[in-house]
């Protein structure tokens, strides 16, 4: 028996009775389990009648177990019964147990609050799609040439950007010289920056042999006191300098990349094919993001706090993962930034709480439209999962794998997500700005377009920890595999 009222939008009391028959083979239970730990004089171990047992530790010995044993079976059937949906664990918030008599204990716990549809289907964005072009796979190879660009010895030019200038060098303030301000033979990349501004620039146009006199002064900030805001004169001599030299864009260049191909025309024609799957993929999560954001925009719902901190803590997850790529952990990184991890986590809170919004839309949607995930469907998820993974196993032992690990209805929940947010984009009118402008009206059509990068982008962002991730997103079973 229970009973439960709303205390605010997102919050809720609730009343749970237990039958005394319930409450007495509990305390059963408790006794035989408590027994066996209590040590009194003149009984054996584990032998102690229940009455002494009472009378000398009083009958609240038995409470704690009984109430193991009781409250969590009994919450869940009330609520299996009640027309909300739980979203934290619940707070004990009052208890009466006493043999012979019901248990009553009531609790407090946070819930998804109710969303008021509006009209989610026909929704208007505007979405620029993009079509790989011959210019955007110049722009690819160039960037393959410079990547295998070799460094080349020139003794008959001058020092320009990107060239490497190995030199001697000698700092001195106030004609004195300071720590770390002499060596010889160092490699610096002009236009690195990573000698002190204006240093690096000053040796431009200089050439092998030649001796210059630089003058910085450096930063205010600058992490040494002693040298923060001085004026520093550096003589400078360039022993060395090395060129980037690009390799010829041919069939021998295509062969040295790959075996796969062997001309340059069959390497182009892959490049064509794998940048346009890249920007259809881009674009897809580019364009059902913007659905989903604009349905829920057009959607009031009061998010729950609780919500948007799940939310961020999902998003410093995933920061997290591609941190340890690097070598970093988030701990590491929160003692470089200003402000710390809680800075870093009051950044994401705005994304946190679009995704939270969103969540809780999509939830809204997929009961409305009775969404479900069949077996049939999860089976064939997990062979997917499988496939990918190249593992041997067949769909039935992973799918016991993933029982035991949770990730079934992980899998479920994936799978009606997708089912929800193919059924926004399928209605959703997609508005092609620079089509409309070409065609000189308004393009509207039903369906999903794809998004807008390069792989080159791809590639950048593998090797760089993600600033900020805004697009909606719950973490997959698949991403929980790949993570482990």
């Given amino acids: 028996m229970y009973k439960w009222e709303k205390i605010d939008k997102s919050k809720v009391n609730l009343e749970v009775e237990v039958p005394k028959e319930e409450v007495n083979e509990a305390l059963d239970q408790a006794y035989r389990k408590v027994v066996k730990k209590v040590d009194l004089p003149g009984f054996r171990k584990g032998k102690i009648p229940r009455k002494i047992l009472e009378n000398r530790f009083g009958p609240e010995i038995l409470y704690e177990d009984a109430l193991e044993i009781l409250v969590d079976p009994a919450y869940a059937k009330a609520i299996a019964e009640c027309d909300f949906e739980p979203i934290n664990q619940p707070e004990l918030e009052e208890v009466q147990i006493e043999k012979d008599k019901p248990l009553v204990f009531k609790v407090t716990v946070d819930v998804k609050p109710d969303v008021e549809l509006g009209e989610y289907k026909g929704v208007t964005v505007e979405h620029e799609s993009k079509t790989i072009t011959e210019e955007d796979v110049d722009r690819y190879m160039e960037s393959l040439r410079e990547q295998h660009a070799r460094l080349v010895t020139r003794d008959d030019v001058e020092v320009q950007e990107k060239d490497l200038a190995v030199i001697d060098f000698k700092g001195t303030i106030d004609g004195e010289p300071f720590a770390g301000g002499e060596g010889e033979n160092y490699s610096l990349e002009i236009g690195s920056e990573t000698f002190i501004p204006g240093f690096e620039e000053q040796l431009v146009g200089a050439c092998t042999g030649e001796d210059r006199e630089i003058q910085v002064t450096f930063p205010e900030d600058y992490q040494v006191d002693d040298l923060a805001g001085k004026e520093a004169v550096f003589h400078v001599k360039v022993n060395e300098i090395k060129r980037p030299e690009l390799p010829e864009l041919n069939d021998e260049f295509v062969q040295e990349l790959t075996e796969e191909f062997s001309t340059m025309e069959e390497f182009r024609a892959d490049v064509q094919k794998k940048l346009t799957e890249e920007t259809d993929r881009r674009e897809k999560i580019e364009l059902e993001s913007k659905v989903i954001e604009k349905v829920a925009e057009e959607t009031p719902v009061e998010v729950p706090e609780v919500l ?58 997929i009961k409305k439209e009775e969404i479900t995930a069949s077996l049939k469907e999860i089976d064939a998820k997990i062979e997917e999962i499988a496939q990918k993974h190249d593992q041997d196993l067949d769909v039935e032992e992973i799918k016991e794998q993933f029982a035991k690990q949770g990730r079934l209805d992980m899998i479920a929940h994936e799978l009606r997500y997708r089912k929800a947010i193919d059924l926004l984009v399928e209605h959703a009118n997609i508005i092609d700005p620079a089509a409309s402008a070409e065609a000189g009206h308004e393009v509207v059509g039903e369906g999903a377009e794809e998004a807008v990068q390069d792989e080159k982008e791809t590639q950048d962002e593998a090797r760089e920890a993600p600033a900020e991730q805004t697009d909606v997103k719950q973490e997959s079973a698949e991403d929980s595999a790949d993570k482990e």
């Fill in 308 to 365: 948007v901190q799940r939310e961020i803590n999902n998003i410093l997850g995933e920061f997290e993962y591609y941190l340890r790529m690097q070598g970093l952990s988030l701990e590491q990184y929160g003692n470089l930034i200003e402000g710390g991890l809680e800075q870093l986590k009051e950044e994401r809170r705005e994304d946190a709480e679009k995704r939270a919004r969103a969540n809780l839309v999509l939830d809204a949607i």
